[in-house]
């Protein structure tokens, strides 16, 4: 399914008799943060998120590599559904929180890995190891590229002396690295959800930004839905299941703000 122009996707959108938007975070709704520990609630986007939920026919779910606790804070909307963590942690919209792994099955590899990520970047400049309990992620955005090359090879490598895939996945990115469970997938999210809380007569709509969302786009497509995807320079090029595109996180925003 494809779209021309933003008329279409709306039109599409509109004629549902429900619509389930899932929609990422960071560089997808909000312009990405300086650290990724970083919380800085955007009352716009609190407002807007509010507006959306209000609406008889839509449903709303956040998916967000970010740590439950920190999309909590970002977003306090009642009524809508959280997915921290790639989607380990939810948060229902009756206020339930689900865990999907048992915390004290992951961490205790993580703590043998983090040490000697700290060892690789310690001592430099623009590299930032983000801790979010389930997952490490080593992020070097602001780096050289030469170093930041060299410093996530030195990483993965670390990686590569363990014996990890039967119960860790390694996700990679522009200038960055993270080791996380199998389970840390939004597309393994979005089916879970679709599972636990199915939506009758339901189009759903996928908005995102990068090959961590690209992965949920088979899952909404297989429900005849349409996917979104938000440009970011250091995904030009690669394939993509998109329907249709926006240029920026505000693109996203005023099309969200139309649609209401």
């Given at each position: 399914?494809?779209?021309?122009s933003?008329?279409?996707?709306?039109k599409?959108?509109?004629?549902s008799?429900?619509?389930?938007?899932?929609?990422?975070?960071d560089?997808?709704l909000?312009?990405?943060?300086s650290t990724?520990d970083?919380?800085?609630?955007n009352?716009?986007?609190i407002?807007l998120l509010k507006?959306?939920?209000?609406k008889?026919?839509?449903?709303?779910?956040?998916?967000?590599g970010?740590?439950?606790?920190?999309?909590?804070?970002l977003?306090?909307?009642e009524?809508?559904?959280?997915?921290?963590?790639y989607g380990?942690?939810?948060l229902?919209?009756?206020?339930?929180?689900?865990?999907?792994l048992?915390?004290?099955?992951?961490?205790?590899v993580l703590?043998?890995i983090?040490?000697?990520?700290?060892?690789?970047?310690d001592?430099?400049?623009?590299?930032?190891?983000e801790d979010?309990?389930?997952?490490?992620?080593?992020?070097?955005?602001?780096?050289?590229?030469?170093?930041a090359?060299?410093?996530?090879a030195g990483?993965r490598?670390?990686l590569n002396?363990?014996s990890l895939?039967?119960?860790?996945r390694?996700?990679?990115g522009?200038?960055f690295?993270?080791?996380?469970p199998?389970?840390?997938?939004?597309?393994?999210?979005?089916?879970?959800?679709l599972?636990l809380?199915?939506l009758?007569?339901?189009?759903?709509?996928?908005i995102?930004?990068?090959?961590?969302?690209?992965?949920?786009?088979p899952?909404?497509?297989?429900?005849?839905g349409a996917?979104v995807?938000?440009?970011q320079?250091?995904?030009?090029?690669?394939?993509t299941q998109?329907?249709?595109?926006?240029?920026?996180?505000?693109e996203?925003?005023?099309w969200?703000?139309?649609?209401?």
């Open positions: 399914m494809k779209f021309n933003k008329a279409e996707l709306t599409w959108a509109l004629e008799t429900n619509l389930w938007l899932f929609l990422d975070y560089g997808t909000a312009d990405f943060a990724p970083r919380i800085e609630p009352p716009m986007i407002g507006q959306l939920s209000a008889a026919k839509m449903r709303v779910t956040v998916l967000s970010r740590r439950l606790e920190h999309i909590r804070h977003l306090p909307v009524g809508i559904m959280l997915a921290g963590t380990i942690e939810l229902a919209p009756t206020g339930e929180i689900i865990h999907r048992e915390y004290d099955e992951i961490r205790p703590e043998t983090k040490p000697e990520w700290e060892s690789i970047i001592g430099r400049k623009d590299f930032y190891l979010k309990g389930w997952t490490l992620a080593l992020h070097a955005r602001y780096a050289a590229d030469a170093e090359e060299q410093v996530i990483a490598s670390a002396e363990r895939a039967r119960s860790f390694v996700l990679e522009h200038k690295l993270e080791i996380a199998l389970l840390a997938s939004k597309r393994e999210a979005v089916s879970y959800l599972a809380y199915p009758s007569n339901a189009r759903l709509l996928y995102g930004d990068d090959d961590k969302d690209e992965e949920a786009l899952v909404i497509h297989d429900h005849q996917a995807k938000v440009y320079s250091s995904q030009a090029g690669r394939p998109a329907d249709f595109f926006f240029r920026s996180p505000s996203t925003r005023q969200l703000e139309r649609l209401i």
